[in-house]
């Protein structure tokens, strides 16, 4: 099985220099936000939006902190299991695992708000470039989820199950790279294709494009994907991850019924 072998050909660290241990995990992130800010800054361009080169780094300094902050978080609230409230100095031992999408979603919001507001620039605008960007990160973590043989599927008997070293003796769904296809290759040639238009489709089109494909896809892979094993299957059939997802579909369909029958055109700074 092809991708069996290349996961054991796959080491989760990237290189050492002495002390210093670098992973792909780390490398993922940090490919994912330098990628968004370029792919926000060409499309602002391409929009004819005057936004900055300095703005767009402000913004991205800003969400990239308030990511991890909200990421960190989110899997301390939703997947800890009581875990953390016994050991509260591991909340901070972020080098152990544990991000939540679903956490780093609001911090990003909310980071990408404040510094919007600081800065005078478009709240709408800036959530709408953020979509068209975030799939690769997204596509780039869930490699890196690969890479460290984590957050693997059920047991299948496909030509492509993988065999992980902590998933027992067993060939398994390889719900990583469905997911970085899914949630970031395809979801951002969605993306993509939507902001070629000029002018630009209205505010909240991608961002709201960007939450119901997620949610749908995050839903639907669910069902291959084993649950943390803290937390199990809640009421009995229905995973952590589904239960978040729905939300974000119902803010998603929102805001693509409201870009439609109110249409406000994308701007770079308010007044």
Known sequence: MFLNDLYHSLNPIAFSLGPLVVRWYGIAYLAGFVVAGVLMYRISRRWKLDLT???VLNVMTGVCVAIILGGRLGYVLFYGAGYYLRNPLSIF???EGGMSFHGGLVGAVV?????CRSTK????TICDLCACGAPWGLCFGRLANFVNGELWGKECDLPWGVMFETGGNVYRHPSQLYE????GVLLFAVLWILSRRVPPRPQGTFMGT????????????EFVRVPDSQLGYLFGFVTMGQLLSLPLVGVGVWLLVRAHKAPHPQIGHVA
Do not use: Q
């Open 53 to 55: 080169l300095d703005d």
């Open 111 to 115: 980071g990408g708000v404040l510094v």
């Open 121 to 124: 620039v478009s709240v709408a």
């Open 180 to 183: 970085a296809f899914l949630e």
């Open 93 to 95: 031992a972020i080098n």
């Open 210 to 221: 960007f939450l119901v494909w997620y949610g749908v896809c995050r839903f639907l892979i």
